[in-house]
């Protein structure tokens, strides 16, 4: 990393070329990735399958796009992030043709699980611009490019509209396919694209912070335990929010009667907070530090997911005069959407505050380190459907997918704040066992 105050400033236009142009990637991916989500009822429709079948075909391009993010990340600290994304660009097209070619259910899970390979590009962003990007600024350009998680709403809005505006049958004699699988062949052609705007693009030379280290070196770091609690801080903002965004349209139609468009627009409220504000997290961790920005970001998870965990119902005294309902609570959409609005705030906010501690405490393996976080946090997003699902089954509550999210949190929260404390303590040990005032000290 270059520290010269003369050659930042040399360097900033391609500084600035690198960012905007993998944030852009990235939305593009992150798009590619997530695209089932949209796609699954014309799918589910044209090849007769279960909800069990169609959950796996998401399932798996999550599962896909989370394994190799460790890896990649690692290839781009020593290979150079223009290279791996590039790459990753071109490859990624390969699937998402085939998956527009699909025949049937079998060839379709395969290509999706090719095609969430799109999902380890976070990675190979984070570790590039890492590599570009002072200590000072790395926050506000790593929530920048984090940002392309608005990606997630990119097929909501457009692939509806395609979809029926795109005759079954396609063009030029069915070379450009209709209907559904109009979206992913318009993603190839973007893709490949995008890839040679990447190349050309971005600097001739790349900057390399693992060129030339041995591998045992590179992944020495993953001993530290810290590595491992920031992975559950990620988890909880990142894990949580894909979970969430594939769960909620299903819990706005089961619990309050909407219809899908409109379940699917009242999710987007909690993406878009959750993707935009993450540069915003990434100014605030630069300017107050991520640990604190961190406080934050789990309160505001904490306190709506107590509220939203709560059963409606009331509370029966019984007296002399008969028994009397008291304190009964009912929980209307427009108050659950804004609850569910605050905690897409704080995941937003708290995405970018975890990466600031990677950079920070781990300069030159951000892409080994990096990976291993973002490969657990999108874990999460695999595994956290499930478990919601099993809460809710288990006690007939809805309600139980918050106090899931809420004893997340709740856990990464506590194991921040022993931290905190223990930090404090070696800092000022003659003050570990120091409770009571003495003197004239303020409380």
Same mark, same amino acid.
């Given at each position: 990393?270059?520290?010269?105050?003369?050659?930042?400033? /040399?360097?900033?236009?391609?500084?600035?070329?690198?960012?905007?142009?993998?944030?852009?990637?990235?939305?593009?991916?992150?798009?590619?990735?997530?695209?089932?989500?949209?796609? +699954?009822?014309?799918?589910?429709?044209?090849?007769?399958?279960?909800?069990?079948?169609?959950?796996?075909?998401?399932?798996?391009? #999550?599962?896909?796009?989370?394994?190799?993010?460790?890896? !990649?990340?690692?290839?781009?600290?020593?290979?150079?992030?223009?290279?791996?994304? !590039?790459?990753?660009?071109?490859?990624?097209? #390969?699937?998402?043709?085939?998956?527009?070619?699909?025949?049937?259910?079998?060839?379709?899970?395969?290509?999706?699980?090719?095609?969430?390979?799109?999902?380890?590009?976070?990675?190979?962003?984070?570790?590039?611009?890492?590599?570009?990007?002072?200590?000072?600024?790395?926050?506000?350009?790593?929530?920048?490019?984090?940002?392309?998680?608005? +990606?997630?709403?990119?097929?909501?809005?457009?692939?509806?509209?395609?979809?029926?505006?795109?005759?079954?049958?396609?063009?030029?004699?069915?070379?450009?396919?209709?209907?559904?699988?109009?979206?992913?062949?318009?993603?190839?052609?973007?893709?490949?694209?995008? +890839?040679?705007?990447?190349?050309?693009?971005?600097?001739?030379?790349?900057?390399?912070?693992?060129?030339?280290?041995?591998?045992?070196?590179?992944?020495?770091?993953?001993?530290?335990?810290?590595?491992?609690?920031?992975?559950?801080?990620?988890?909880?903002?990142?894990?949580?929010?894909?979970?969430?965004?594939?769960?909620?349209?299903?819990?706005?139609?089961?619990?309050?009667?909407?219809?899908?468009?409109? $379940?699917?627009?009242?999710?987007?409220?909690?993406?878009?907070?959750?993707?935009?504000?993450?540069?915003?997290?990434?100014?605030?961790?630069?300017?107050?530090?991520?640990?604190?920005?961190?406080?934050?970001?789990?309160?505001?998870?904490? #306190?709506?997911?107590?509220?939203?965990?709560?059963?409606?119902?009331?509370?029966?005294?019984?007296? /002399?005069?008969?028994?009397?309902?008291?304190?009964?609570?009912?929980?209307?959409?427009?108050?659950? !959407?804004?609850?569910?609005?605050?905690?897409?705030?704080?995941?937003?906010?708290?995405?970018?505050?975890?990466?600031?501690?990677?950079?920070?405490?781990?300069?030159?393996?951000?892409? $080994?380190?990096?990976?291993?976080?973002?490969?657990?946090?999108?874990?999460?997003?695999?595994?956290?459907?499930?478990?919601? $699902?099993?809460?809710?089954?288990?006690?007939?509550?809805?309600?139980?997918?918050?106090?899931?999210?809420?004893?997340?949190?709740?856990?990464?929260?506590?194991?921040?704040?022993?931290?905190?404390?223990?930090?404090?303590?070696?800092?000022?040990?003659?003050?570990?066992?120091?409770?009571?005032? /003495?003197?004239?000290?303020?409380?």
């Amino acid at each position: 990393m270059v520290h010269d105050p003369v050659q930042l400033e /040399k360097e900033r236009p391609e500084r600035l070329r690198v960012l905007w142009l993998s944030t852009l990637g990235f939305t593009l991916m992150f798009a590619v990735w997530l695209m089932f989500g949209v796609l +699954g009822v014309p799918i589910r429709k044209e090849f007769g399958l279960t909800d069990v079948q169609l959950s796996w075909i998401s399932a798996v391009a #999550i599962l896909n796009g989370s394994l190799w993010r460790m890896v !990649t990340g690692i290839l781009a600290d020593r290979y150079g992030g223009k290279l791996v994304f !590039t790459l990753m660009l071109f490859f990624t097209a #390969i699937p998402a043709y085939l998956v527009s070619r699909a025949g049937s259910y079998q060839e379709l899970l395969l290509y999706a699980f090719l095609v969430g390979f799109a999902g380890n590009a976070f990675s190979v962003g984070i570790a590039w611009n890492s590599a570009w990007f002072p200590k000072e600024q790395q926050g506000f350009a790593l929530g920048l490019f984090g940002a392309g998680n608005v +990606g997630a709403s990119v097929t909501k809005f457009i692939g509806p509209a395609l979809i029926a505006s795109v005759p079954a049958t396609g063009y030029l004699g069915g070379l450009v396919p209709g209907g559904w699988r109009f979206i992913p062949f318009l993603y190839a052609v973007l893709l490949v694209l995008m +890839g040679f705007v990447m190349w050309f693009g971005t600097p001739r030379r790349d900057k390399r912070p693992g060129q030339g280290r041995p591998l045992w070196e590179m992944l020495r770091p993953l001993r530290h335990i810290r590595v491992w609690r920031f992975s559950l801080y990620y988890v909880v903002v990142f894990g949580a929010y894909v979970a969430l965004s594939a769960w909620l349209p299903k819990y706005y139609v089961d619990v309050f009667g909407l219809p899908l468009h409109q $379940a699917a627009l009242l999710t987007a409220l909690f993406i878009f907070p959750a993707s935009l504000l993450r540069p915003v997290g990434g100014y605030f961790s630069d300017r107050l530090g991520a640990r604190r920005v961190m406080y934050w970001t789990f309160w505001s998870i904490l #306190i709506p997911s107590a509220i939203l965990m709560m059963a409606e119902g009331h509370i029966v005294l019984y007296t /002399k005069g008969g028994p009397k309902e008291v304190m009964q609570f009912t929980m209307n959409v427009w108050l659950f !959407t804004f609850l569910v609005f605050i905690i897409g705030v704080g995941m937003g906010i708290g995405k970018a505050a975890v990466y600031k501690h990677i950079p920070t405490y781990f300069p030159q393996d951000v892409g $080994a380190v990096g990976g291993l976080v973002g490969m657990l946090g999108a874990l999460g997003g695999f595994f956290l459907p499930p478990l919601f $699902a099993y809460a809710q089954a288990w006690t007939g509550l809805p309600q139980m997918t918050f106090f899931v999210l809420f004893l997340l949190t709740a856990i990464a929260f506590l194991w921040m704040h022993l931290t905190v404390i223990q930090l404090l303590q070696q800092e000022a040990k003659h003050l570990k066992h120091d409770f009571e005032l /003495k003197g004239d000290r303020p409380c």
